[in-house]
């Protein structure tokens, strides 16, 4: 946790005020920049014995003094521990240790290379002077010119009229001018004082005083500032405040103007101890110029606490001031989709055969529909005994389950008790494994009419399957075959009277063949009198296992129509499912393709299919193209890619649409820049709101600057979200 906030650590700055930001190219990677020749300086053949405090001299021609200034000429070199100096001309005064340099001065230390026309320094007190000075900085990877360099103490270093820049330093892309510049290397620190930040000499920005790190350390200040705009809000500008308050916790306070609705405050604490992690967040607009709402609000609070070593508690709390504040305030089609916000805390524990949890559980309904029941609370218990030495499993789990809170449904209790026994027989090219399933259930409903209902019902089923394989391409790969058949029983009881609670109907799948309930959650026991046979072939790498190619095909047969429904749908008829055909594969090694049918045989068409491939190569070209359909409810296409067009240019782009309705669903074109010093992102996305006929456009523009930051509005985690292996 402590890494990743160090990694994670917000980027900004404020006029006039210190800044703080990560460095970026401690997660990011760079190019790398030319190292400057300042940094490589020739070290003389110093003799092995020497302690490290001696002071060694050499020179091609020198007078040397036991008291007083000794004078060296030609070639001179003075090292002691790690400082090395190197001069054309240079004198050393005895016993002071002072060192005076002249013509071609190089000087290395721990914290910095400097080449310089002339040099004073005390070996003694690692203090001294260096005028017209070219410096690099091992700690940031940083290098500029200075006027003049004092070194204060073996810590502190000060800089007059200094340029700094991560770039090449003969032909920076961008650099801060300062009329003085700080480097505290103990705190990994630099501070600027009236500094000008420039663009290829263009100078942007103007900071009064500005701090920066010299390594990828946190450290609290002001951070860069993001900007965006959307035609809702229109522009958006934040200018975060970071505090790190201790190595394992920090808070991060964001003032942001939204120039149609007003001022947003927002905050965010994070946390870990050896017991706890976790994050609050919270964000208020007090008054919003662009509604009727006042005090519009997010919260989400996050906490995982261990209690022991098998015990832990998790907290989860998420909602909002209004329905509308995503529609509003959300910058993306899926903030704007949003349809509930989940509140729970659950406890879990475990020993070598059991589990126990126990669940709250709410949530905040934002579409005007239908709030999920409250589970206040839900407690869960589930034994697992030891393999019997006959192979027998054995299996229980008993659920008691409190719904409340509906105001238009009926609230009630559950208490839902499960058994299960099976047994595996298997050799290495078959398998059967027989299972039976007993559940009973028992609810206490808050109706007048019906308040106490129970209902047990059996399920048995057989799972059976074989496996060939053999050496194809002459053993180059492994290919398999494996039939495998299902077959499921539960009687049917009536279960209309019976609240739905948790329960919906699973969607038709290849998992869904080796399903016993078709039903989600325990309101529902489906009737099932079936068959599933499906085939499924692979083929393998032998050499490190990876699965170039898999398909398989199956389908449900039904002996009888299945008569447990969900409220207001209809019995379902028919004697055999769609068949499902699912692939996925390897066409080369740089692109792979998965699609999905479901085919109606009777109908002879396909009643739905998705079809998906993904490029990406060594040159990190990218490309994703997919397609789905589901008969008579909906077509839609998507493609997105990355092209690098050369070294530093790339485009990116995504594009999803509606093909049913003709209409695009959101759209996001950009493009990115890098050297091996500075990266900027740019990036229009236009999307759909929920009303799916109002659109609104939002822009993000980003500058990383190595070794200052990241100025601008997440844009590459829009990219990498909207493209599937964009780096």
Same mark, same amino acid.
């Given at each position: 946790m402590v890494n990743q906030l160090q990694q994670h650590c917000l980027r900004g700055i404020l006029f006039g005020l210190a800044c703080s930001p990560s460095t970026l190219f401690a997660q990011t990677e760079w190019m790398a920049c030319p190292v400057p020749e300042v940094a490589a300086t020739h070290d003389a053949q110093r003799p092995a014995h020497l302690p490290p405090q001696a002071?060694?001299?050499?020179?091609?021609?020198?007078?040397?003094?036991?008291?007083?200034?000794? @004078?060296?000429?030609?070639?001179?070199?003075?090292?002691?521990?790690?400082?090395r100096l190197q001069a054309d001309e240079a004198s050393y005064e005895q016993p002071a240790g002072i060192v005076n340099g002249s013509g071609n001065v190089s000087f290395s230390s721990d914290n910095m290379q400097v080449r310089s026309s002339k040099l004073r320094y005390n070996l003694t007190t690692n203090t001294g002077e260096m005028q017209e000075a070219e410096y690099?900085?091992?700690?940031? /990877?940083?290098?500029?010119?200075?006027?003049?360099?004092?070194?204060?103490?073996?810590s502190l270093t000060r800089m007059e009229d200094s340029t700094y820049t991560t770039c090449p330093i003969n032909e920076p892309d961008w650099s801060l001018n300062a009329a003085a510049i700080t480097l505290d290397h103990a705190e990994e620190r630099g501070t600027a004082r009236n500094a000008t930040l420039k663009i290829r000499d263009v100078p942007v920005l103007y900071l009064p005083y500005f701090s920066f790190p010299l390594t990828d350390a946190r450290k609290s &200040?002001?951070?860069?500032?993001?900007?965006?705009? /959307?035609?809702?809000? &229109?522009? !958006?500008?934040?200018?975060?405040?970071?505090?790190?308050?201790?190595?394992?916790?920090?808070?991060?306070?964001?003032? @942001?103007?939204?120039?149609?609705?007003?001022? !947003?405050?927002?905050?965010? %604490?994070?946390?870990?101890?050896?017991k706890n992690k976790g994050s609050a967040? #919270?964000?208020?607009?007090?008054?919003?110029?662009?509604?009727?709402?006042?005090?519009?609000? #997010? %919260? /989400?609070v996050n906490n995982d606490t261990r209690i022991g070593e098998l015990s832990s508690l998790q907290l989860k709390a998420e909602g909002v001031s209004d329905d509308q504040y995503f529609a509003d305030l959300g910058n993306s089609l899926e903030a704007t989709s949003v349809v509930n916000l989940e509140r729970r805390l659950e406890y879990r524990t475990a020993g070598s055969n059991w589990s126990f949890s126990s669940l709250l559980q709410? #949530?905040?309904?934002?579409?005007? &529909? @239908?709030?999920?029941?409250?589970?206040?609370? !839900?407690?869960?218990?589930?034994?697992?005994?030891?393999?019997?030495?006959?192979?027998l499993n054995l299996k229980a789990e008993t659920e008691y389950t409190n719904f409340t809170g509906s105001k238009t449904e009926t609230n009630g209790k559950r208490?839902?008790?499960?058994?299960?026994?099976?047994?595996?027989?298997?050799?290495?090219?078959?398998?059967?494994?027989?299972?039976?399933?007993?559940?009973?259930?028992? #609810?206490?409903?808050?109706?007048?009419? /019906? @308040?106490?209902?129970?209902?047990?019902?059996?399920?048995?089923?057989?799972?059976?399957?074989? %496996? =060939?394989?053999?050496?194809?391409? !002459? &053993?180059?790969?492994?290919?398999?075959?494996?039939?495998?058949?299902?077959?499921?029983?539960?009687?049917?009881?009536?279960?209309?009277?019976?609240?739905?609670?948790?329960s919906s109907s699973r969607s038709l799948s290849y998992n869904q063949l080796f399903a016993e309930n078709r039903f989600t959650g325990k309101d529902r026991i489906a009737d099932t009198n079936r068959l599933s046979a499906s085939i499924s072939?692979?083929?393998?790498?032998?050499?490190d296992?990876?699965?170039? %190619?898999?398909?398989?095909?199956?389908?449900? =047969?039904h002996f009888d129509d299945r008569k447990v429904t969900l409220p207001d749908t209809a019995t379902l008829e028919g004697d055999r499912s769609e068949l499902i055909l699912e692939a996925a594969g390897e066409i080369n090694p740089r692109t792979r393709i998965s699609t999905t049918a479901y085919w109606d045989s009777e109908e002879k068409t396909v009643n739905a299919g998705e079809v998906r491939v993904h490029y990406k190569d060594d040159k990190k070209r990218v490309l994703n193209v997919g397609y789905a359909e589901l008969k008579d409810e909906f077509k839609s296409a998507n493609l997105s890619f990355a092209v690098p067009i050369n070294n530093n240019w790339k485009a990116v782009g995504a594009w999803e649409r509606d093909l049913k309705n003709n209409r695009d669903l959101e759209t996001v074109i950009g493009a990115e820049y890098e050297s091996c010093c500075w990266k900027t992102r740019v990036a229009s996305r236009n999307y759909l709101l929920t009303d799916n006929t109002t659109r609104d456009n939002a822009v993000f523009i980003e500058l990383e600057l190595k070794g200052l930051g990241n100025f601008g509005s997440g844009t590459r985690d829009l990219l990498q979200n909207r493209v599937y292996g964009y780096e």
């Open positions: 002071v060694y001299i050499e020179a091609d021609s020198a007078l040397f003094r036991g008291t007083g200034i000794s @004078t060296m000429s030609g070639n001179v070199h003075v090292s002691q521990a790690t400082q690099h900085l091992s700690q940031a /990877n940083g290098q500029g010119f200075s006027k003049r360099v004092i070194q204060e103490s073996p &200040g002001f951070l860069w500032p993001t900007i965006g705009t /959307n035609e809702s809000s &229109g522009l !958006q500008l934040s200018a975060p405040y970071y505090w790190n308050l201790a190595p394992n916790y920090d808070l991060t306070l964001t003032p @942001t103007i939204l120039s149609n609705r007003g001022l !947003q405050l927002g905050g965010e %604490f994070r946390y870990l101890t050896p967040s #919270y964000v208020l607009l007090p008054d919003d110029s662009a509604s009727d709402k006042d005090n519009r609000f #997010y %919260f /989400n709410n #949530y905040q309904v934002l579409d005007g &529909g @239908t709030a999920p029941h409250a589970r206040l609370p !839900q407690l869960l218990l589930s034994y697992n005994p030891p393999q019997k030495s006959n192979g208490l839902d008790l499960m058994t299960r026994v099976s047994k595996k027989f298997s050799t290495d090219a078959a398998y059967v494994k027989p299972s039976l399933t007993f559940r009973h259930t028992e #609810y206490a409903l808050d109706d007048a009419n /019906n @308040t106490q209902i129970s209902r047990s019902l059996p399920t048995a089923s057989v799972d059976s399957g074989l %496996f =060939y394989e053999r050496e194809i391409k !002459q &053993g180059r790969y492994i290919q398999t075959l494996e039939p495998r058949l299902f077959y499921t029983y539960t009687p049917y009881r009536d279960q209309s009277a019976i609240p739905v609670f948790d072939t692979r083929i393998q790498s032998p050499d296992g990876r699965e170039l %190619f898999r398909a398989s095909i199956g389908q449900m =047969y």
